[in-house]
């Protein structure tokens, strides 16, 4: 009887720890008895260390990424507000000169639909209205004085649309905070 009684006090003593470790977590049964606490408390330490060292050198990693993407969208809109103030206006060129004021005019369009940076709206459109100006001066009978013109008026009423929007949007948002407390009031 002793090879059995031993068998099943071995099998009661593992399924007890078992039982333990699951409903207290792991190591329980080595801390309730005390067996190499110390050991186990610094693996224990060193595995949390090392996992904080593993987040934290994935945070830097993330924000590294970031800020090389910030870069190079920076580099970007530079280069292109430098392709903007490097377009030559000379109406001695008519075709050239047109094919600026083209040039310009989807540069308008393209940051005016993307809401881009204004520093390049401001640029494109400054340009673009100088074109305009110059072609005017120098031919005021070409036909495509009346397209730009007209994508002129276009954006302008653009513009006047997203203002109207955006002052619906205040009322309606104000309309609702005030119905919020005055109902809040009455209960």
Not at 81 to 109: C, G, M, Q, R
Not at 113 to 138: R, V
């Amino acid at each position: 009887m002793g090879f059995f009684k031993t068998v099943f006090d071995e099998f009661g003593k593992k399924t007890g720890k078992a039982l333990g470790n699951k409903l207290y977590g792991a190591y329980a049964d080595d801390e309730r008895v005390g067996v190499n606490r110390g050991k186990l408390k610094e693996e224990s330490d060193g595995v949390k260390i090392a996992s904080e060292i593993r987040k934290s050198e994935f945070k830097i990693e993330k924000e590294r990424a970031k800020l090389e993407r910030e870069q190079v969208e920076n580099e970007k809109q530079q280069e292109s507000l430098a392709e903007i103030l490097n377009i030559e206006l000379d109406p001695s060129n008519k075709e050239e000169f047109i094919k600026a004021i083209t040039t310009l005019l989807v540069y308008v369009d393209l940051w005016g639909k993307t809401n881009s940076s204004d520093e390049h709206l401001i640029a494109a459109k400054s340009k673009f209205d100088t074109g305009i100006a110059l072609l005017q001066a120098t031919d005021s009978n070409n036909p495509m004085i009346s397209y730009f013109q007209h994508k002129k008026a276009e954006w302008k009423k653009e513009k006047k649309i997203g203002n109207i929007k955006l002052l619906i949007l205040i009322i309606v948002c104000l309309a609702i905070l005030i119905g919020v407390a005055f109902f809040a009031d009455k209960l």
